[in-house]
């Protein structure tokens, strides 16, 4: 997707600000690709130039409103002098490429702290950062004071043996009279009689009462974009690892929209609709879209964008994107502006494919 972009060189030398815009991107783990015109070794890497795309990881990337800001080093500035020109890509993680643009590189001082000798061959690398000092060295401990040894302990010397203690016969319990095991007996049959009783009552007699169980509610289902410890991105990277059909992620971006889950929907919505789905390409424009009613809440209204999705889908023969896009340009909106002709020809599309609202806008139009 095109975007407008910028360079700012800093006061320290090998320094500069690349600012984006138009954008829709977190600024965590964004990844750049610089490339310039001349030569086979075209592509930038960390170490040089290659032949291979390479992405970089900046050190510091951050948005400020509608902007994202990248913070680049000597890596990149000091092999950029001279040049005037470079085509520069912005990657998300787990989305892929959501950016494209080329940009005027500013002259600017060189810091000269480059090493030619390192190179890799990663597809990825992260642009090196100033090492700290090292701390010094902490001074050697003091050497402990030595031990005075202790006196010797005195012999053992055995304790006098004990005198042997006997059992005496006086403390033996005295054997219990007859009579109380008589007792006991009776006691025991009395119990068992009482017991057998009560068996045959409660078997035999007595009506069981049935008591009916409480059904247990079941808790309802979380939304996958809400699984914890998980954030929305890492939860849509890994539905994108299992490949999904563009039908499939449409069905999906639906089900998280149901389900309040708009950031996931938007997710899925921009990968369907960037391998050509029609439908997908409408839900998109209609994150930008200021006419949308009610309005995605957390979305920036950007009528230009939204006619861009709406254009794609409309070439390919969508009535719905037709008339939305002939209403877009009828009423004009942030970053876009009224265009009547245009608006009166794609209602006129719209409507000839029977179209019932479009019709009705044609006629309230202006003759």
Same mark, same amino acid.
């Given at each position: 997707? !095109?975007?407008? @972009? ?6 320290? !030398? ?19 690709? $610089? ?16 032949? /291979? ?24 500035? %000091? ?24 940009? +005027?590189?500013?002259?600017?001082? *060189? ?9 890799? %061959? ?7 950062? @100033? ?13 402990? !004071?030595?031990?005075? =040894?202790?006196? =010797? ?6 304790? =006098? ?23 006991? $007996? ?7 009689? +009482? ?6 009552? /409660? *078997? ?11 059904? *247990?509610?079941?808790? @309802? ?13 890492? $939860? ?16 999906? @971006? ?34 930008? %879209? ?25 070439? +390919? ?21 009224? %265009? ?15 179209? +019932? ?11």
């Amino acid at each position: 997707m !095109p975007v407008r @972009a910028s360079v700012q060189a800093l006061p320290e !030398p090998g320094h500069a600000i690349l600012r984006v815009t138009e954008l829709d991107a977190a600024p965590d783990g964004l990844a750049l690709s $610089i490339q310039r015109q001349q030569g086979p070794d075209s592509h930038l890497a960390d170490d040089g130039w290659r032949r /291979t795309e390479t992405w970089l990881l900046p050190e510091h990337v951050e948005r400020r409103r509608d902007v994202l800001e990248f913070h680049l080093g000597p890596e990149i500035c %000091d092999r950029l002098a001279g040049i005037a020109t470079v085509r520069v890509r912005v990657k998300e993680p787990d989305i892929g490429v959501v950016g494209t643009t080329v940009v +005027a590189w500013p002259a600017m001082l *060189t810091s000269g702290a480059l090493d030619p000798s390192r190179r890799t %061959d990663d597809e990825t690398v992260r642009l090196r950062r @100033a090492q700290p000092k090292a701390a010094p060295e902490p001074p050697p401990p003091p050497p402990e !004071p030595e031990r005075t =040894p202790e006196p =010797p302990a005195p012999p053992f010397t055995p304790p =006098p043996p004990r005198p042997e203690l006997r059992a005496s016969r006086a403390l033996d319990p005295k054997p219990e009279s007859s009579g109380r095991s008589g007792w006991l $007996i009776a006691a025991l049959v009395l119990v068992a009689l +009482a017991g057998g009783g009560y068996h045959v009552y /409660t *078997t035999y007699f007595q009506k069981p009462v049935v008591v009916a169980a409480t059904p *247990t509610p079941t808790p @309802a289902p979380v939304p996958a974009a809400s699984a914890p410890g998980k954030s929305v991105r890492d $939860i849509v990277g890994e539905y994108f690892a299992t490949k999904p059909t563009p039908e499939a992620m449409l069905a999906k @971006a639906r089900d998280y929209a149901k389900a309040g889950e708009l950031g996931a929907a938007f997710l899925v919505f921009r990968r369907a609709a960037e391998t050509g789905n029609v439908p997908s390409q409408i839900e998109l424009a209609q994150f930008y %879209d200021p006419l949308t009613t009610p309005p995605r809440t957390g979305f920036t209204q950007d009528a230009a964008r939204a006619a861009e999705w709406y254009e794609r889908a409309a070439l +390919a023969g969508s009535a719905e994107a037709q008339r939305k896009l002939g209403l877009l340009l009828a009423k004009g909106g942030a970053n876009l502006p009224v %265009d009547a002709a245009k608006a009166k020809n794609w209602l006129q599309q719209a409507a000839a494919q029977n179209d +019932a609202d479009a019709k009705k806008v044609l006629d309230a139009l202006p003759k």
